[in-house]
């Protein structure tokens, strides 16, 4: 890279790093690693010597080596960097975990003078993402941040890690600097050309624009993604399931079961990813009130990953398909989990959802107080993070379960269907055929 190619990455880099530092998180200790883990445990509202017994060591114990690392000189990491890929743990969860802690070792022994190149990179960044994917947001989230100061200012790593630190500040609700994050990425991969940065941290922006209520500017940010990830089908799907959201919020049904089912199959051979899409052609087939279609969609989503940001929307939308089919088993086998979720999730995106749901259940049990409840934690939440459309949700619940005559919300009565394309209800048909397994 030329003297001036670096120079501009630099300033974008310094431009951005006083705004996207939520230090208020941990009163200052973000970078401290098990400070960290302590408030993601008090988040969650359990003991933190406890909840250590139920992960993986190798968590904690990755997170602890980058704060190390981070902290020492420059000339002193490689030898760190070496030492800590010998005492990282085996994972025996899964084969997937253990994928990944060999990835990250083979990573931390490439750490010469300068932390490892793009590739090996990138494979701690798929390490860090296990733990996010856990729940363990701000260990994450430190990780991260100690990873990126190994980093000369502007490097593209320090974009990779940026986006990526991105998803994890939109995740615990934090939109503005989640959105300033992005623009770093957008900045740096714009400086080096590199077309997947660019594409994900767009996706990141149309995300947020989603969650604003910004529906056409987001259509084109996730438009602008699918031009820019064509050798990318992980981004492509992602921002496929983006366009659906988008078709959703204007009532165009049939252009977003498209897009659902093209990144179904994008995503075939993928566990996660597909349980992923999986859930959200669940979530549309409850909007066109085809609550059979959802049932089946979530159990298989279901007996495909057992990852908890991808299980919590799908136990939403089987309270709501199962309240909708009166089917009484499956409501009493996943009511207590929703129910969990909606307590102690540490996705506000999330807890609002669940909490609406959670008040429908109530309403259809004739527990009115408290499903008022839980429309109006619902909306509280949704207000205090910008969700705009998860507002609008929550108020109209609450308005039905305040008004002596209500009637039943539309989560759990039969409205019409709107009209649906032959092919529209070809998918939905498939859906509905899922097997399980």
């Known amino acids: 890279m030329n003297g001036e190619t670096r120079m501009r990455a630099e300033e974008v880099e310094q431009s951005h790093l006083s705004r996207d530092h939520p230090s208020q998180l941990l009163q200052g200790t973000l970078l401290d690693a098990g400070a960290a883990w302590r408030a993601d445990c008090a988040r969650r509202g359990v003991d933190a010597d406890t909840e250590v017994d139920t992960i993986p060591d190798w968590w904690l114990e990755l997170s602890l080596h980058l704060a190390r690392i981070g902290a020492c000189a420059p000339e002193a990491r490689a030898e760190l960097a070496h030492r800590a890929s010998v005492a990282l743990s085996a994972d025996l969860s899964s ?20 932390a490892p190149e793009l590739a090996e990179f990138r494979d701690l960044l798929r390490a860090i993402e296990h733990v996010e994917a856990g729940g363990a947001l701000l260990t994450a989230y430190t990780s991260l941040l100690n990873l990126m100061r190994t980093l000369p200012a ?55 624009l989603h969650g604003r209520g910004a529906y056409p500017l987001a259509r084109l940010a996730f438009r602008g993604v699918l031009e820019l990830a064509t050798d990318y089908s992980d981004l492509a799907a992602a921002a496929h399931l983006g366009l659906v959201s988008v078709a959703r919020a204007e009532d165009e049904y049939d252009s977003a079961l498209s897009h659902g089912w093209a990144a179904l199959e994008l995503t075939a051979g993928q566990p996660h990813a597909e349980a992923e899409a999986l859930a959200v052609l669940a979530s549309l087939s409850l909007d066109v009130g085809d609550y059979a279609a959802a049932r089946s969609t979530c159990l298989k989503a279901l007996a495909r990953t057992p990852r908890m940001p991808t299980r919590q929307p799908l136990v939403r939308s089987l309270v709501q398909a199962a309240l909708g089919l009166n089917d009484t088993i499956t409501l009493d086998a996943f009511f207590p989990e929703l129910e969990h979720i909606a307590e102690s999730s540490s996705n506000p995106w999330e807890q609002s959802h669940a909490l609406r749901v959670a008040g429908s259940v109530h309403v259809k049990h004739g527990r009115s107080a408290l499903a008022a409840v839980r429309f109006q934690s619902s909306l509280d939440i949704a207000r205090q993070h910008g969700y705009t459309e998860l507002e609008w949700l929550a108020d109209q619940e609450l308005e039905r379960s305040q008004n002596v005559c209500h009637k039943e919300p539309e989560s759990h009565t039969r409205a019409e269907r709107p009209r649906l394309s ?16």
């Open 95 to 114: 084969a997937e975990g253990a994928e990944a802690v060999q990835k990250a070792r083979n990573a931390l022994v490439a750490w010469q003078s300068d």
């Open 154 to 208: 502007g490097d593209l790593r320090a974009g990779y890690a940026r986006a990526q630190s991105a998803r994890v500040l939109r995740t615990l609700g934090l939109v503005s600097q989640a959105e300033c994050a992005f623009e770093n990425a957008i900045a740096i991969a714009s400086i080096y050309g590199d077309r997947w940065l660019l594409a994900r941290a767009r996706l990141g922006i149309g995300v947020l």
């Open 422 to 437: 032959r092919r529209s209800t070809r998918v939905l048909k498939k859906l509905e055929q899922l097997s399980v397994w």
